[in-house]
């Protein structure tokens, strides 16, 4: 698979990853042969990226840290739970709860499975796979962590729902800046007798800093909850994904590590972000790069504790115009290093 931009995909291409529509059904599975109209359809729904199958570039096939029915049933209880918010009803406690049972179950499967956050966003699905992919990134840190199952539990229902005050404020009229719906998520929160304080306190303070420069408290290091300071290492990284700050357009995954890393003790947990750069794929699968060896090639393959040094098939024009490729494996030629991120 390449991931490509929408502007690049032409009928007839194949797509490589499942697209979800807002209530968790799927849109368009992976598979499916574009045509002018789908196309046309996935830049009208605000799709910017897709994955496009490559005949070509065949890989190894991407493990997933949750499954289909995982993510379906993720996107599904979070278009309920925030449309219960906007029309003033209450949560579904025991369904959130059961959704994230599942979800863990997937994590701690397959912990050992680098981070890609891939799902192609619309405009409509794009605040429920935001919840989702916090979840899953919060969840996996408490797991590297040694968090015990409880507090897994906890951690990762905070992190679903840390934009809980969002959508009540919309309804109201009112701005999302972080002071409001950071208040605004922590009483809808501790209001629900059934889901710990803790909970609550992740909503109210994963935009505080461990500097003490964050909202709505300015609270200091330790003084932030610890699921709080996880909370916002997963929720900067996938903000960075989607958004590079003030309206610019979002990074690729090294350079969100990149400027994560920049964040250390500032803005961010620097612990946090030690076990964080273990779990997440710098270089996902799928991604065109160029080597200091001035090849050229696609991410095809990941090693666990060396998120840097990924497997690159790289195509070679032979003297007959025939086109053979081969892979480097950069944990083993040393000397070789990803010079640039193609696309």
């Known amino acids: 698979m390449k991931y490509v931009d929408i502007e ?21 599975s992976s598979k499916v042969q574009l045509t002018v109209f789908m196309i046309s359809t996935l830049r009208r729904i605000g799709v910017t990226n897709v994955y496009i199958k490559d005949a070509g570039m065949e890989m190894e096939e991407q493990e997933e840290i949750l499954s289909e029915e995982t993510k379906v049933g993720i ?5 309920e739970t925030m449309d219960s918010i906007r029309s003033g009803k209450d949560l579904n406690s025991r369904a959130i709860s059961l959704t994230i ?34 979840c899953m990134l919060s969840a996996l840190l408490g797991v590297s962590l040694q968090l015990n199952q409880v507090q897994l539990k906890e951690l990762a229902i905070g992190a679903l729902l840390h934009d ?37 306190h992740v909503a109210f303070q994963h935009h505080e800093h461990v500097d003490g420069t964050g909202e709505p408290r300015g609270l200091i290091g330790d003084q932030i ?29 090294h ?27 710098i270089y996902p699968n ?17 090693h666990r504790g060396l998120p840097g040094r990924p497997i690159v098939r790289v195509l070679q024009r032979e003297s007959n115009d025939s086109v053979e490729s081969r892979e480097i494996d950069l944990a083993k030629h040393t000397t070789v290093f990803i010079e640039q991120v193609l696309g």
């Open 286 to 302: 799928g991604v065109s790069v160029r080597l200091t060896t001035k090849e050229t090639g696609i991410v095809v393959g990941q």
């Open 225 to 253: 909850h610890l699921y709080s300071r996880i909370v916002a290492v997963a929720n900067t990284f996938d903000n960075l994904l989607t958004s590079g700050g003030e309206g610019a357009a979002g990074l690729l995954p």
């Open 255 to 281: 350079e969100a590590c990149e400027q994560m890393m920049a964040m250390s003790g500032t803005s961010l947990d620097h612990e946090i972000l030690v076990h964080f750069m273990r779990i997440v794929s």
């Open 75 to 79: 996107i599904k209880q979070m278009s």
């Open 101 to 134: 049972e599942d979800l863990l179950f997937d994590v701690i499967r397959n912990k050992d499975v680098l981070v890609q956050l891939n799902d192609i966003r619309t405009r409509d699905n794009a605040e429920y796979i935001h919840a989702m992919n916090v």
């Open 8 to 28: 690049a995909v032409e009928p007839g291409d194949i797509l490589g990853k499942t697209i979800y529509a807002v209530n968790g059904a799927v849109l368009l």
């Open 164 to 200: 809980l005050g969002k959508p009540d404020l919309e309804a109201n009229g009112e701005n999302d800046e972080p002071k409001r719906h950071t208040w605004r998520g922590f009483e809808l929160l501790k209001a629900k007798r059934e889901f710990s304080l803790l909970i609550a």
